[in-house]
Antibody
Framework: QEQLVQSGAEVKKPGASVKVSCKTSGYTFTGYFIHWVRQAPGQGLEWMGWISANSGDTKSPQTLRDFQGRVTLTRDTSISTAYMELSRLTSDDTAVYYC????????????WGQGTLVTVSS | QSALTQPASVSASPGQSITISCTGTSSDVGGYNYVSWYQQYPGKAPKLMISDVTKRPSGVSNRFSGSKSGNTASLTISGLQAEDEADYYCCSFTTRSTLVFGGGTKLTVL
């Protein structure tokens, strides 16, 4: 059974950074792209980027968005875990952050993590 | 990358059918057959309902179907049931190898 298990909820102060982990099991980690999607309270889904679990290549939205340059995606293949770090947090970054797995060569998300609530508050 | 355009809400009575549209551009919806649809209940992670425009994953009811014409994709739910009340999001792969979501549609079963 494929599973993505994320780290627990975080409370951060404005200007700080947060790092969310996503541990996968049940499938070959390097055969997937791990995407990160966030959802602010009462809002829709917002794609943040992906990392190839195999090569470590990353891709993020190419617009002047709030998190342009603030998102760092990494992975550790030895423990089948992906990470998303978001820096220079503001209250607008308060959201549930999901990791999600896409099979290499496919264009849809097969599996989702349970979500991690990140609250940014002074 | 602008979000795909979906209606904010739709509603219908049990047993009826509804269609949710998802409009993009030739750089996303119109450029690939990689349109997917997700169902999300409050407080839960999204669930894949349709992949590759028309494919239904194992376990998803055949009351759910997808289609596409040009830059607009659609999700149709027939024989509405109370359990279908949820938020629905479309998603497309893009020519820049990114993903883009629609704004979401809240389905109310009256």
């Amino acid at each position: 059974q494929e599973q993505l298990v994320q780290s627990g909820a975080e409370v951060k102060k404005p200007g700080a950074s947060v790092k969310v982990s996503c541990k996968t099991s049940g499938y070959t980690f390097t055969g997937y792209f791990i995407h990160w999607v966030r959802q602010a309270p009462g809002q829709g889904l917002e794609w943040m980027g992906w990392i190839s679990a195999n090569s470590g290549d990353t891709k993020s939205p190419q617009t002047l968005r709030d998190f342009q340059g603030r998102v760092t995606l990494t992975r550790d293949t030895s423990i089948s875990t992906a990470y998303m770090e978001l820096s220079r947090l503001t209250s607008d970054d308060t959201a549930v952050y999901y990791c999600a797995a896409v099979i290499a060569g496919q264009g849809h998300i097969d599996y989702w993590g349970q979500g991690t609530l990140v609250t940014v508050s002074s | 990358q602008s979000a795909l355009t979906q209606p904010a809400s739709v509603s219908a009575s049990p047993g009826q059918s509804i269609t949710i549209s998802c409009t993009g551009t030739s750089s996303d919806v119109g450029g690939y057959n990689y349109v997917s649809w997700y169902q999300q209940y409050p407080g839960k992670a999204p669930k894949l309902m349709i992949s590759d425009v028309t494919k239904r994953p194992s376990g998803v009811s055949n009351r759910f179907s997808g289609s596409k014409s040009g830059n607009t994709a659609s999700l149709t739910i027939s024989g509405l049931q109370a359990e279908d009340e949820a938020d629905y999001y479309c998603c497309s792969f893009t020519t820049r190898s990114t993903l883009v979501f629609g704004g979401g549609t809240k389905l109310t079963v009256l």
